[in-house]
């Protein structure tokens, strides 16, 4: 919850909830959203969560302070001796801008679009698709302070074979062999996870069931529009509702 740059869960205060058991709480009024309204924050979360995250640090570290983006050579996400690094990416992005608005006006707006927008926003679908299920599950848990390492951090991600044999070839096995590039599978054993659910319906089901984690306790996992968990943590890890 502290250590984590991205897809950092939101919690019970961030979404304006009552605590467990405060007669004002309301599920269905407060998360309730129509399929409709899920379906087109979904597709925003699929355009517009990549440009959004480098610009406004959107669904990144709470802790950083406002403002916080990838394109400020002396923003607190990077070392002092990558200040020169960022600045030549900001000189490359601010050519491939030119780039654009050279080629729109010599082979016009729509052509652009077809060979270079289009093309842009399913790379970037994809690359928020395959990360944001990598590391948002409701079975996979998060932590806060003394309970938080590398190991167990690392360890808090999913294998999903996206596409099947179409992902391994175009998408470079990205999607099928994630945990390797934080842990081998023979050493992390037991804790591996993986996922055979489809893509789509896995991508639609966790952003419904990923809604919020609990302001208190130090091992949480996602809740639900329903305020319910898949998992809990073990009852030294646990904070008690008043409802309990």
């Known amino acids: 919850m502290e250590r984590d740059e991205v897809y950092v869960p939101k919690t019970r205060s961030d979404l304006g909830l009552p605590k467990e058991g405060d007669p004002a709480l309301d599920y269905d009024e407060i998360l309730g959203d129509t399929p409709i309204y899920t379906l087109y924050m979904l597709i925003r979360q699929q355009v517009l969560a990549f440009p959004a995250y480098l610009l406004f640090n959107v669904s990144g570290q709470k802790n950083y302070p406002k403002w916080t983006n990838h394109f400020d050579p002396n923003s607190i996400l990077f070392a002092r001796a990558q200040r020169n690094a960022v600045i030549m990416s900001n000189i490359g992005i601010a050519f491939m801008v030119w780039g654009v608005s050279y080629a729109s006006a010599i082979w016009g ?41 590398f190991q167990r951090g690392a360890a808090a991600t999913v294998d999903r074979p996206i596409l099947g044999w179409q992902g391994r070839f175009f998408l470079h096995d990205v999607a099928h062999y994630h945990v390797i590039h934080h842990y081998l599978k023979a050493f992390i054993g037991d804790y591996y996870v993986s996922s055979d659910a489809p893509a789509f319906k896995a991508l639609w089901e966790n952003y419904n069931k990923c809604q919020f984690v609990e302001d208190e306790g130090e091992v949480l996992f996602y809740r639900d529009k329903k305020g319910q968990a898949i998992r809990r943590p073990a009852d030294e890890y646990r904070v008690k509702t008043k409802a309990e």
């Open 109 to 149: 707006v729509s052509e652009v679009i077809k060979y270079y927008a289009i093309p842009w926003l399913e790379v970037s679908h994809w690359f928020i698709m395959i990360t944001y299920l990598h590391h948002t599950d409701p079975v996979m848990p998060h932590y806060r302070g003394k309970e938080w390492n």
